[in-house]
Each structure stands twice: as structure tokens, then as C-alpha cells.
């Protein structure tokens, strides 16, 4: 990837320019060097010559002339060269200064680690925001500030300050499995990379974004799905403040064949506020977010272990062509354990065919040979008997994953050696078979399950639930990519600052593509009482005002009403109710509309999150929504074919689908509606807050869906 410094086409895009100068530079500048190792200033300094890094390196320090035993400049302008990458580890009264100075002399790029900005209070975000003004106004890419920093430590580049790269390592990391780290945290971000060796791998390269006055999460994912020797990318992410950047940011990713595992923290209210105090991000609502990874294929998990996990099988292991497994133990409790573990997950138990049956019982009769597959403790008296029920289960089942708990075998000897010696064969008789073990190991059987490209864990349901999502992740790669799509032309845009009432919301709905059932704003009882003979018995009346988005709480709708003087009659009660319950609101008159009878009630909305932005829910109503909460999310705007997933994932589906002998749903009116609703929705994404269609009612199959009552919130003139 060329290095250009050119401007990004518009802000919603995330913006790679200029990142190869923070992972790949020529030369490197330490403003603020140290001469002891162990200080924020001296730890990039004693990264870069530990870690071998073959470009320039110039520590910038007034007062010394050697620092580290690396010569030492007075200033930046007085360096021999402009270089690439300026670590900035100054006292925060000089950071401005000297972010300043690297703009104006044309460094690339500015690690800066200091804390002190957004994070504290309105003294902080100026500064912050003038740290993002000199980044615009220059090209120059800011990593930072409250960060600790980024490396990409096979090439010796370590602009960090963070000690967990000065663990000690049994492997050199140019030989060491590894996928790329995205961290806004960087305490999470240097614990990540401090774990991952005693599992087998590493976080390489990784960037901590911190306050990201510049560069964000978005770019820094962006650019690894660039990169050619970035295999997968793993993120702790807290909020976003460029959702659509961070859209299009995992649609790379996914175009690029890239797996994205996700740990998004701030689930909680609590743990939401704290977000706010410590990287000064946006948070919006966590189901926003689980639609925007799903609709991505970006896997979400829910801890560090989790991640971690899910970073050691993608670095280590293979993802598997499809769900089905085999379950080997040397014990039926844990062969129990494995199948409820592997039941509770999208993994496939199927057992095995039986001519393989037969043929592992020839070897040990009193086996359990179904699946799971249980060689029982014969499996430490006889050294063969395990490499032979494995070739026997490789070769004569179709398993995707062979998953083996092998308890503290691992650990103790000789069956440790049995156990790896037995590995080894099958390993060299089947390189591609995609084998993962649970198991306790030693120093020397963990090396030889390293050395056979064999992925180890302590606990048996970790492997499953890991396993699991590594098909889920199979599975997202292989769907084929939907189309970018961009907002219907020609839609009617909101007027911010305009309050519509139902009847003109349905109008909009209607024009939009969303059928409405079709009704009459009325002024007189009498002229209810004219419209409801024209549309024929049962009618509807509801109360029309701006201020009375709720019409049933102030006696504002009658249902069902069956004759001319009954239509007068539910006017008169509407309109005296009406006032006294609410003399202040502003009546415009009474909507009279055919009712709806039978079908399915379900609810479209829109809701416009603060961070990612414009989102459609459906559900089905009643108590489907207030009680069970089954709704579905998916970011505006989405095909049909997006639409009757979305409609499928929900879990009343079966009420659409024609349950216990009812006319099935027309879905295909249904999914239309919801398409059409999201493009409206993304065509509005800076004038409509929100929008309510409570109820839509589905009629059976080929007779359609109706909008019965909607409510369209514009963003008013405030700040969103």
C-alpha cells in the first residue's frame, strides 16, 4: 500500500493515509528521550534497539549528547533527516509545542502518548481539539494522546512505551503465529499482547488509539485489512464517534477475507458512564452494536479470555469448512460435558457412520464409538490405541474439527510423550485435519503441540464455546458479500424542525412505499360520520395532534365501531375526553379509517443512534415486544433479501409462518416494507430522530401489510 498523504474524500470514510509511517518508517525521532530505560521516555527508546530496528533512530534530549548509547539532538530541526514517525514523551505543558514542531518540519506521523486531554473536562477537549486541527490542517496522522502507543514488532518497530513487549519470549516473534490488535484501551491493549505468548502466538502489529483525536478505531482496522500480512484483526473497542467510518471499515475487512473477532465493552449503564470519563468516546446503545457487527460479520465476544481464545485458534488453528465435529475422550463424564457443550453452540454432534463403529470397537471393544467417542483410560495403557482411533475417525468420517480432552495427560509422563508422539503421527499422515485439544500440558508436550500446529486449552468448554465461533466465522466467510447500497434516489427528506401529525406521517409513508391503511382527517361528527360510510363498517377514530403522541392514554381512539350513530357518538366522547385530559394539546381534528381485521401485528421503527447511526427494528407486537423484547436491528439501508433475514431471526417467527395450522403471513409484504422503511430511514439520517409504525399489520399471504399508525420524530434544532 502506497503511503499517500492526500486527504480522505469525505470525513465518514475511515482514513488510511499516512499509517504506513507508524508501522513501516524509515526513521524514528524520540522528543523527550530518557536515558533510563524504565521511563515513559526511555522505553521506546530501549524497545527500538532491543527489538533490532534497522531504520534511523534519533533521541531528542537538550541535555544529553548520547542517551542509551544512541547519539543524541538537541531539537527536531536539527536532525539530519525529517523522519517518519515522531514519538512525542514530553510533560504534558510541552505537548502542543512539540506536535506543533513535527507538523511544521513534516513528520508523518506523531505517537503521543500523554494523558490530560479529553478525558478530564472541557480544558482537555480544547486542547485535544487543537490536536486534531493541526492533524487536519498538516496530513500528519496523530496516534493518541492517552495511549500507549503501536508496534509491529517482527520488523523491530515499537513506538510504545508499553513494558509488556519486554516479557521475555521462547521464540523469536518473526517465527510466532500472530494477527493484528486494535485497542482503545491501552492497559487492555498491553495486557492482550502480554498474554498471547504463553499461548502460542502474538498480537502483531497492534495500536492502542486512546482519546483518538486522530486516528481511530476505524482507520487503524481499515488499514490491517489493507495489509497483506494481516490474516485476522482483533478489536476491544469502547464506543465509536464515526460510526459510518466504522461501517465501512469492517465491510473492507469482510471484503478483504478477513476475520473480525470484537470485544465491546460499556454493555452495562454503568458501565456506559465510565466509557464517558475514560476515552471521551460516544457511546450508543449495545444492541445497536451487536446489529452492526452481525450485519458485518464481525464476531462479538464478552471478555478477554474470550478474545484472547478466539485470537489463539485463528492465529494457530484453521477455520473449519463447516460445523460438524468429532468429540475423543478418555472419559464418559467428559464425553457427557462435551456433547452439552457442543449442544448448547452451533456445533454439529453427528455421529459416526458405522463401519467406523465396528472398526473402533475391533480395536478396543469396550469403547463408546457413537460420538463423543470414548477410548476410555485404555488410551494411557496402550500407546497405540490413540493414533489409531484417530486415523481410523480422520479417515472414515467427515468431521470439520476433531475436538480431544485428554485431561492432565499433557502433564505428566510417560503419557505425555505417548500422547504427542501419537499426535505426531497423525499430524504427518494428515497435515490439513483440523485437530484442537483440551489438556494440561508441561513445557515439552506444549512445545510439541506448538510444533504440530495443534491448539491446547486448560478447560474443556473453553475449546467448545472457541470452536464454535471459529464456524460461525467459517460460515460468515463463506456467505457471499452483499452489495454496498447507498439510499434510494428521489426519497422525501424531513424538515428537522417540522412536527407531523399521524395523518401526515402516513402520507410520507406512503409516498416512501410503506402501505397505510387508508383514512380521512375529519372536523365535524357529522363528516365521520359521511367518511365512515364510505369506507364501510367496522371503522376507526383516532384524535390528531402534534402534542399527543399517545392517543389511547388520553381516550384519543375507539375501535370497531359499527354504525353512523355510533360514529357521531365516539366523536363527541373523543373530543370532550380529548380536552380535558389534555386542554393544552392542539387538536387539528379526528382521523375515521376502515379497521383492519385479522393478521399478524408486528412494529417497525427507526431509531437514529447518536453513534452509529440510523437503525431499523422490527418485531412483533404485543406482548412480543414489551415483555419478550423480540426484535431484530439491522444499519439503514438493507436490501429485501436483508429484510426477510431480519424477519426469519425473530424468535415469534413461527406467527408469520403460519403456527399450529393459521394461513401463513405475507412476509414478502412485510420485508418490502421494512427495505423501503431503511432507506427512508438512511435518505434521513440528519433530519428524523425516530420513527414509530405500531402497529403493522400483515395480512395472510397475498393480501399484504398495513400501516395502521405511525409517528415520525424529527431531530429538532438541537445538537444530536
Not at 305 to 333: H, I, M, N, Q
Amino acid at each position: 500500500m502506497s503511503d499517500d498523504a492526500s486527504k480522505p474524500s469525505t470525513n465518514s470514510d475511515p482514513r488510511t493515509h499516512g499509517l504506513d509511517a507508524i508501522f513501516n518508517p524509515g526513521s524514528i525521532a524520540v522528543i523527550g528521550a530518557s536515558s533510563n530505560k524504565l521511563k515513559i521516555g526511555g522505553r521506546p527508546l530501549h524497545h527500538l534497539i532491543s527489538y533490532g530496528y534497522e531504520g534511523n533512530v534519533y533521541p531528542i534530549n537538550p541535555q544529553h549528547d548520547v542517551v542509551q548509547g544512541v547519539p543524541a539532538y538537541p531539537s527536531l530541526e536539527s536532525l539530519p533527516e525529517v523522519p517518519d514517525l515522531a514519538i512525542v514523551a514530553v510533560p504534558g505543558g510541552a505537548v502542543l509545542k512539540a506536535v506543533r514542531e513535527c507538523a511544521e518540519h513534516g513528520v508523518k506521523a506523531v505517537v503521543l502518548f500523554s494523558a490530560g486531554f479529553a478525558e478530564i473536562g472541557e480544558a482537555g477537549r480544547r486542547a485535544q481539539a487543537e490536536l486534531a486541527m493541526i492533524a487536519e490542517e498538516s496530513g500528519m496522522r496523530i496516534v493518541g494522546p492517552n495511549c500507549i502507543g503501536a508496534a509491529r514488532m517482527s520488523t523491530g518497530v515499537t513506538p510504545t512505551f508499553a513494558a509488556a513487549i519486554m516479557l521475555p519470549r521462547e521464540r523469536p516473534i518473526r517465527d510466532v503465529p500472530h494477527i493484528a490488535l486494535v485497542s482503545q484501551s491501552g492497559a487492555i491493549g498491553g495486557h492482550l499482547v502480554a498474554l498471547a505468548p504463553d499461548r502460542g502466538f502474538e498480537f502483531d502489529p497492534w495500536i492502542t488509539t486512546g482519546n483518538e483525536s486522530d486516528v481511530d478505531t476505524a482507520d487503524a482496522i481499515a488499514y490491517f485489512a489493507e495489509q497483506d500480512y494481516v490474516s485476522a484483526i482483533a478489536v476491544y473497542i469502547e464506543g465509536s464517534s464515526n460510526g459510518e467510518a466504522l461501517r465501512k471499515a469492517l465491510s473492507l475487512a469482510r471484503r478483504a477475507g478477513k476475520p473480525i473477532i470484537i470485544l465491546k465493552s460499556g454493555v452495562s449503564e454503568v458501565g456506559a458512564s465510565a466509557v464517558a470519563s475514560h476515552t471521551a468516546s460516544l457511546v450508543g446503545s449495545d444492541d445497536v452494536y451487536d446489529a452492526l457487527f452481525l450485519q458485518y460479520g464481525a464476531t462479538r465476544v464478552h471478555s478477554v479470555r474470550d478474545l484472547l481464545d478466539t485470537s489463539y485458534l485463528l492465529a494457530t488453528g484453521k477455520v473449519p469448512a463447516g460445523s460438524r465435529v468429532g468429540l475423543l475422550t478418555g472419559s464418559g463424564g467428559a464425553g457427557i460435558l462435551m456433547a452439552d457443550a457442543a449442544a448448547a453452540t452451533a456445533l454439529d454432534v453427528s455421529p459416526l457412520p458405522e463401519t467406523v463403529q465396528a472398526q473402533l470397537k475391533k480395536l478396543w471393544p469396550p469403547a463408546g464409538v457413537a460420538n463423543p467417542i470414548d477410548m476410555t483410560a485404555q488410551v494411557t495403557n496402550d500407546p497405540d490405541l490413540f493414533a489409531s482411533f484417530l486415523e481410523a475417525v480422520i479417515t472414515g468420517a467427515e468431521y470439520d474439527t476433531l475436538l480431544i480432552w485428554l485431561s492432565y495427560l499433557g502433564m505428566i509422563e510417560p503419557w505425555a510423550g505417548t500422547i504427542t508422539e501419537a499426535l505426531r503421527r497423525v499430524r504427518a499422515a494428515h497435515p490439513e485435519a483440523n485437530i484442537i485439544v483440551s489438556s494440561m500440558t508441561n513445557a515439552d508436550s506444549a512445545q510439541a503441540f506448538r510444533e504440530m500446529n495443534i491448539p491446547v486449552f486448560d478447560e474443556l468448554s473453553d475449546m467448545i464455546q472457541t470452536a464454535a465461533r471459529m464456524v460461525r466465522i467459517g460460515e460468515m466467510l463463506r456467505a457471499p458479500l452483499a452489495d454496498e447500497l447507498i439510499p434510494a434516489a428521489g426519497l422525501p427528506v424531513i424538515d428537522p424542525s417540522a412536527t407531523l401529525t399521524e395523518d401526515q406521517a402516513k402520507l410520507v409513508l406512503t409516498e416512501v412505499g410503506i402501505p397505510t391503511v387508508p383514512d380521512r382527517l375529519v372536523t365535524s361528527a357529522s363528516a365521520a360520520r359521511q367518511a365512515a360510510e364510505e369506507f364501510g363498517y367496522p371503522v376507526v377514530l383516532k384524535i390528531v395532534s402534534v402534542d399527543l403522541p399517545h392517543k389511547s392514554e388520553v381516550g384519543g381512539v375507539v375501535l370497531s365501531i359499527q354504525d353512523g350513530d355510533a360514529v357521531e357518538a365516539a366523536y363527541g366522547r373523543i373530543m370532550t375526553g380529548v380536552s380535558a385530559a389534555a386542554p393544552e394539546a392542539r387538536i387539528s381534528g379526528i382521523i375515521v379509517a376502515p379497521m383492519i381485521a385479522g393478521g399478524v401485528e408486528t412494529i417497525l421503527g427507526i431509531k437514529n443512534d447518536p453513534a452509529l447511526g440510523m437503525t431499523v427494528a422490527v418485531g412483533l407486537g404485543g406482548v412480543f415486544v414489551e415483555v419478550l423484547q423480540d426484535v431484530v436491528l439491522r444499519l439503514a439501508p438493507f436490501d429485501i433479501a436483508t429484510a426477510m433475514e431480519m424477519i426469519r431471526e425473530l424468535r415469534g417467527f413461527e406467527l408469520l409462518d403460519g403456527a399450529r395450522g393459521t394461513e401463513p403471513a405475507d412476509i414478502n409484504a412485510l420485508a418490502n416494507a421494512l427495505s423501503a422503511l431503511s432507506h427512508f430511514a438512511a435518505a434521513n439520517a440528519s433530519t428524523i430522530e425516530s420513527i414509530d409504525i405500531n402497529p403493522f399489520v400483515v395480512l395472510p399471504h397475498g393480501r399484504g401489510a398495513y400501516a395502521l399508525d405511525a409517528f415520525i420524530s424529527p431531530l429538532s434544532a438541537q445538537p444530536h
